[in-house]
């Protein structure tokens, strides 16, 4: 199975980016549908981007289009997710999530991935 590490979270103020990293060890992503997903304190885990197999099919959150963008390389087995604009709404843990089922459509809940990392915290202060 698939093991998941994010990274590059930090503290930053309105209007910064980040980028934010998923390495993948254990399995080639390239066979795994890859999301990220965020959560603040006594919030439920909502969906933020997803990205298909080999990069062609992406989806986002009405919130964050225009602002993030999700990519792949798989070469490199990592997905990344590029956050501009950050708001402090932004704020919240971000995890990075993987799922193998083959499926034509973008998996957007978190019901749906079976791989998940430990998450990394995005706190943007205003």
């Known amino acids: 199975q698939v093991q998941l590490v994010e990274s590059g979270g930090g503290l930053v103020q309105t209007g910064d980016s980040l980028r934010l990293s998923c390495a993948a060890s254990g399995r080639t992503i390239s066979d795994y549908m890859m999301g990220w997903f965020r959560q603040a304190p006594g919030k439920e885990r909502d969906f933020v981007a997803a990205i298909s197999y080999n990069g062609g099919s992406i989806s986002y959150a009405d919130s964050v289009k225009g602002r993030f963008t999700i990519s792949r390389d798989n070469a490199k087995n990592t997905v990344y997710l590029q956050m501009n604009r950050l708001q402090p709404a932004d704020t919240a843990v971000y995890y990075c999530?993987?799922?193998?089922?083959?499926?034509?459509?973008?998996?957007?809940?978190?019901?749906?991935?079976?791989?998940w990392g430990q998450g990394t915290q995005v706190t943007v202060s205003s």
């Open positions: 999530a993987a799922d193998r089922r083959w499926t034509s459509r973008i998996l957007t809940s978190h019901t749906d991935y079976a791989y």
